[in-house]
């Protein structure tokens, strides 16, 4: 299969994702944010690759159903969270596997339309799920305490405004429910005012929502714990992401388990862990001027990269400080 001459989809980095995943005949990949389906073609265009391509989002995973059937039996696609990447290996019947790309974040397919309720461009229900479960923003924006909500909003949407605006929307939803991206837009652009060629007001706001209604960080660390147990010796990891909180935790990842380390620090150096990770990237590759002019989303896009060793893969995982969805949701009880 050749998709030579598809109308596709091209993702951001994808021609360096292609090249530092590096897939050969014969080998196993997991597309873990399959989207539209562009690392998985690049994948497919090497002759004698196999694929499993996970989206939690229903949409995509049956807008992939053409591409299944021209893959002729090497693409897989599974509609599930992508940290549970591991156990879905399992069910596939595989074992150790050749490379595992993932492009995190929002996808340009779930922010062109409006009845996901991703974006304010164009008015919609106040959803940002990329599942079909669990709670929406309007859920949240209806629930979460005040203070939850401005915790929220300054931690995943980096919102220096986030007080003012949770009073805001407090307020605001005991006059009536706030149902839709326009509504949530207004109530935020009233208390957070930009200048001139600023982002709009209430970009950092949706951001925060958006991650904290799918979970996004806890998804990303997981995922990548979830990587380094299947991937084979010389297999690799390729991450892709695109704002700072991302980048920050696959940084983390990367640099923790590329040295020697990962148990007590009280330990002889002999009796710790030793590296599973060996980096392939120094520092984060970004987009070049060209992409960046074709696809304004790639300005802020990163990737790195790193080669599973022969190690074992590091235990524990490490403990953050943000709130999260099943605790808000229960008023703030533990």
Same mark, same amino acid.
């Given at each position: 299969?050749?998709?030579?001459?598809?109308?596709?989809?091209?993702?951001?980095?994808?021609?360096?994702?292609?090249?530092?995943?590096?897939? %050969? #005949?014969?080998?196993?990949? !997991?597309?873990?944010?399959?989207?539209?389906?562009?690392?998985?073609?690049?994948?497919?265009?090497?002759?004698?690759?196999?694929? !499993?391509?996970? #989206?939690?989002?229903?949409?995509?995973? +049956?807008?992939?159903?053409?591409?299944?059937?021209?893959?002729?039996?090497?693409?897989?696609?599974?509609?599930?969270?992508? /940290?549970?990447?591991?156990?879905?290996?399992? +069910? %596939?019947?595989?074992?150790?596997?050749?490379?595992?790309?993932?492009?995190?974040?929002?996808?340009?397919? %779930?922010?062109?339309?409006?009845?996901?309720?991703?974006?304010?461009?164009?008015?919609?229900?106040?959803?940002?799920?990329?599942?079909?479960?669990?709670?929406? +923003?309007?859920?949240?924006?209806?629930?979460?305490?005040?203070?939850?909500?401005?915790?929220?909003?300054?931690?995943?949407?980096?919102?220096?405004? /986030?007080?003012?605006?949770?009073?805001? !929307?407090?307020?605001?939803?005991?006059?009536?429910?706030?149902?839709?991206?326009?509504?949530?837009?207004?109530?935020?652009?009233?208390?957070?005012?930009?200048?001139?060629?600023?982002?709009?007001?209430?970009?950092?706001?949706?951001?925060?929502?958006? !991650?904290?209604?799918?979970?996004?960080? #806890?998804?990303?660390?997981?995922?990548? /714990?979830?990587?380094?147990?299947?991937?084979?010796?010389?297999?690799?990891?390729?991450?892709?992401?695109?704002?700072?909180?991302?980048?920050?935790?696959?940084?983390?990842?990367?640099?923790?388990?590329?040295?020697?380390?990962?148990?007590? &620090?009280?330990?002889?150096?002999?009796? %710790?862990?030793?590296?599973?990770?060996?980096?392939?990237?120094?520092?984060?590759?970004?987009?070049?001027?060209?992409?960046?002019?074709?696809?304004?989303?790639? &300005?802020?896009?990163?990737? &790195?990269?790193?080669? &599973?060793?022969?190690?074992?893969?590091?235990?524990?995982? #490490?403990?953050?400080?943000?709130?999260?969805?099943?605790?808000?949701?229960?008023?703030?009880?533990?």
């Amino acid at each position: 299969m050749t998709a030579n001459n598809d109308a596709r989809h091209v993702p951001v980095l994808g021609r360096e994702a292609a090249g530092f995943l590096a897939p %050969q #005949d014969g080998g196993i990949y !997991i597309d873990a944010t399959f989207g539209a389906g562009g690392y998985s073609r690049a994948i497919l265009d090497i002759p004698g690759t196999r694929v !499993i391509g996970i #989206d939690r989002d229903r949409t995509a995973i +049956a807008e992939g159903f053409d591409l299944v059937d021209r893959a002729e039996g090497r693409l897989t696609l599974v509609e599930d969270r992508f /940290s549970n990447l591991e156990a879905i290996c399992a +069910a %596939q019947g595989l074992g150790k596997i050749d490379g595992v790309v993932m492009d995190i974040g929002v996808s340009s397919m %779930q922010l062109d339309r409006a009845e996901r309720g991703f974006s304010f461009r164009n008015d919609g229900p106040l959803d940002m799920r990329m599942g079909s479960s669990g709670p929406s +923003a309007a859920d949240v924006v209806a629930k979460a305490s005040e203070a939850d909500l401005a915790n929220v909003i300054y931690i995943f949407g980096e919102e220096r405004h /986030s007080r003012a605006v949770a009073r805001a !929307i407090v307020k605001a939803r005991e006059e009536t429910p706030i149902a839709t991206t326009k509504a949530l837009a207004d109530i935020v652009s009233r208390v957070v005012h930009a200048k001139p060629g600023e982002i709009h007001p209430a970009t950092r706001t949706f951001q925060g929502l958006r !991650i904290f209604v799918n979970e996004e960080l #806890d998804e990303l660390h997981a995922a990548l /714990s979830a990587s380094e147990h299947v991937l084979k010796a010389g297999g690799r990891l390729v991450v892709v992401s695109f704002h700072s909180l991302e980048d920050r935790i696959v940084k983390n990842f990367f640099t923790g388990r590329g040295k020697r380390g990962g148990g007590s &620090r009280h330990l002889p150096e002999s009796e %710790q862990a030793a590296p599973s990770f060996e980096l392939l990237t120094r520092r984060p590759v970004v987009a070049g001027d060209d992409e960046i002019v074709a696809n304004p989303r790639a &300005r802020s896009a990163k990737l &790195r990269a790193a080669r &599973r060793t022969d190690a074992p893969a590091h235990d524990g995982d #490490d403990a953050f400080g943000w709130p999260t969805l099943a605790r808000v949701m229960r008023g703030g009880r533990s």
